[in-house]
């Protein structure tokens, strides 16, 4: 019985629950040449998601979709090759407009190699112009328009993690080289990424450069019912019974957390001898934690002290007022002042957030939430 889950990168063609209404909306910003930043926390199926909607667009409008990925950036040049190469990428077999990315992407020459897994492997290298920085990313953003215009075609750009250029301590002067060419390019962006104070600042706060050029779209967990139905006929249609009552704890264990429930689904499927019931799932949740721990503790070690005991209080007792005197006094935390400058760390890293409906601040994982309060009482497996 082949296993139906999967936690990791979703393949195009791996079920994929719901999320109807999303990829009409996005396919819908696209058609229309519209920006859009798609923000969640981590692991909520972005990606996944923006890569069905590009595959849609291509198969259904003939569209060009390029995708960058900016996770890791270290320098503008950096940022220049991959949205060279993502070009290049999605070119190399379209003969017509293979010409053209080569005519028009100047800024970068192609370098194919051969691969044993893919047949050829594709990298740029700067052009002998010499320029770089900022120079070089100008003369590509701009290269890219010309890209768009000459191939006459429906355009759609995908910039996944796109904060990361904040790292750079240019990020400004990038922010402004690539609003400046972006607004003239008749293409559609969607800027994705999870660390949200960030990403959202970078499109909200009125003295950056990308200042309401784009929609805000969330994307929320997925809906509990749906969830609850995908993992119940995954069960079923692979040999095992997952009863619909059962595939709701299951999904609720882990707050319907979109990669939570494939990694849980994975080994209570692996566990189940045909049926699921309650004490399978609890132990597979208890598996799952210990599976957890080295990432979870790698994420607790790059924490200053001040940092890991507002996270872990914050796991313990969610609150409305993280500053109050009760609050820091019943915890130890120091001053107000330490808390708050913690706390806005700590979501810059999209570790915890005040959640919108409750304005409690919380962990914004669950199950590091669950694996923090755990460990708080000793009770870790
Ligand atoms: N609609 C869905 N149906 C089934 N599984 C999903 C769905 N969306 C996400 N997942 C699960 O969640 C995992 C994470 O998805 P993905 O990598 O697309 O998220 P992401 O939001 O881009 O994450 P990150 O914030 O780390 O970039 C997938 O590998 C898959 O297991
Ligand atoms: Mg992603």
Redesign the pocket.
């Known amino acids: 019985m082949k296993n139906p889950?999967?936690?990791?990168?979703?393949p195009l063609d791996?079920?994929?629950?719901?999320?109807i209404t999303e990829l009409k909306e996005l396919e819908a910003f696209a058609l229309s040449g519209s920006n859009v930043v798609l923000y969640?926390?981590?692991?909520?199926?972005?990606?996944?998601?923006v890569?069905r909607v590009q595959r849609n667009l291509a198969e259904k409008h003939g569209a060009i979709t390029v995708f960058a990925d900016f996770?890791g950036v270290t320098s503008i040049d950096d940022i220049a090759a991959r949205m060279a190469k993502a070009v290049f990428a999605v070119t190399h077999r379209n003969e017509p407009l293979w010409k053209i990315a080569l005519r028009t992407i100047r800024s970068f020459r192609v370098v194919m190699k051969p691969d044993a897994e893919s047949g050829v492997s594709l990298s740029v290298e700067p052009a002998s112009s010499g320029k770089y920085g900022l120079p070089l990313l100008e003369e590509t953003m701009e290269s890219l328009g010309e890209f768009i215009d000459q191939s006459e075609s429906l355009v759609n750009i995908v910039l996944?993690?796109f904060q990361e250029i904040v790292e750079l301590k240019e990020s400004l002067q990038v922010e402004a080289a690539m609003r400046t060419r972006i607004q003239h390019q008749k293409a559609s962006y969607f800027f994705?990424?999870?660390r949200r104070r960030i990403l959202l600042g970078m499109f909200n706060e009125r003295q950056r450069p990308f200042f309401q050029s784009a929609f805000n779209y969330e994307?929320p967990a997925?809906p509990e019912e749906e969830l609850a139905g995908?993992v119940a006929a995954l069960f079923d249609s692979n040999g095992k019974k997952c009863p619909r009552e059962m595939a709701l704890k299951l999904v609720r264990t882990v707050s319907c957390h979109?990669?939570y429930?494939?990694?849980l689904a994975y080994l209570v499927f692996e566990a189940a001898e045909k049926v699921v019931d309650e004490t399978t799932i609890r132990d597979c949740l208890m598996r799952m934690l210990k599976m957890e721990e080295p990432f979870f503790e790698m994420m607790i070690q790059g924490l200053s002290l001040q940092q890991k005991l507002i996270l872990r209080t914050v796991a313990i007792e969610p609150t409305t007022q993280p500053m109050a005197a009760n609050y820091i006094a019943k915890y130890r935390l120091g001053s107000a002042g330490g808390v708050r400058h913690s706390l806005i760390q700590l979501e810059d890293l999209d570790l915890v957030e005040k959640e919108k409906t409750s304005e409690r601040w919380r962990v914004v994982d669950p199950i590091f939430a669950l694996y923090l309060r755990l460990k708080d009482v000793g009770m870790l497996p």
């Open positions: 889950f999967c936690p990791y990168t979703l791996a079920p994929f629950c719901n999320r969640s926390p981590r692991r909520y199926g972005k990606t996944s998601l890569l996770y996944d993690e994705v990424g999870s994307l997925l995908f979109p990669q429930v494939q990694k």
